[in-house]
């Protein structure tokens, strides 16, 4: 099971100055990938959380957002990563994607998003997902899917379609600040470009070529 990436390289002087800026040209041509089906779901990504203990956990969530600031995502403040990032802020992400034999990988530190920023995103989900916020009590043990099937219909008929479902206290974002991004190119014979920005104390970033 051995895949030979023969793909165009990746240059430092083809790079943009801020890692951001190279990561919205990336997923934009990722998104293009997309619509023609090339690439599934192009803001999927990994994120990697570790506890207090340092032992790590990973899950594929949904970029809904992304500035100069970081990456954000949403969930249940009662799922695991979030109560391990409450304990351990640092955490990675990694964007797969496969077809186009590239990879983003970031580390950084997580921050919840203010409670405005939380309800505006909330505010553009499908009804059904806002419902699916509060039925699921996420991480958690439950007896049976039909636990879950009931806790949803109760909230379908509290909250019929049309009317505002309000924000679950317990729901909300993380931005992630990025201190490292790396940019992976997969090449030909395995001697992959890997380009790394690093955050400096003044405010820049250094890129750095790694050895694949």
Do not use: C
Not at 31 to 48: D, I, T
Not at 179 to 189: A, D, L, P
């Amino acid at each position: 099971m051995r895949a030979h990436y023969r793909a165009e390289g990746l240059d430092e002087d083809d790079l943009a100055a801020h890692p951001m800026e190279q990561f919205s040209r990336w997923f934009e041509q990722a998104a293009q990938a997309a619509v023609h089906g090339f690439v599934h779901e192009p803001n999927a990504m990994v994120v990697s959380t570790a506890d207090a203990e340092g032992r790590p956990s990973s899950r594929t969530v949904l970029l809904k957002g992304y500035d100069d600031q970081g990456f954000v995502f949403y969930t249940n403040y009662d799922s695991r990563k979030a109560r391990e990032l409450a304990h351990n802020p640092y955490v990675s992400l990694l964007f797969p994607w496969h077809p186009l034999a590239r990879q983003v990988i970031v580390t950084g530190t997580a921050r919840r998003t203010d409670r405005e920023e939380t309800a505006a995103y909330f505010r553009t989900r499908p009804h059904g997902s806002q419902l699916g916020a509060w039925a699921s009590t996420q991480s958690k043990v439950i007896s049976s899917r039909s636990e879950l099937d009931v806790a949803y219909a109760e909230l379908d008929a509290r909250y019929p379609e049309g009317e505002q479902v309000p924000v679950p206290p317990h729901w909300g974002g993380f931005r992630i600040a990025p201190r490292e991004v790396e940019f992976w190119q997969g090449r030909e014979n395995r001697l992959h470009d890997r380009l790394r920005y690093l955050a400096e104390p003044d405010g820049g970033w250094r890129i750095e070529r790694l050895s694949p």
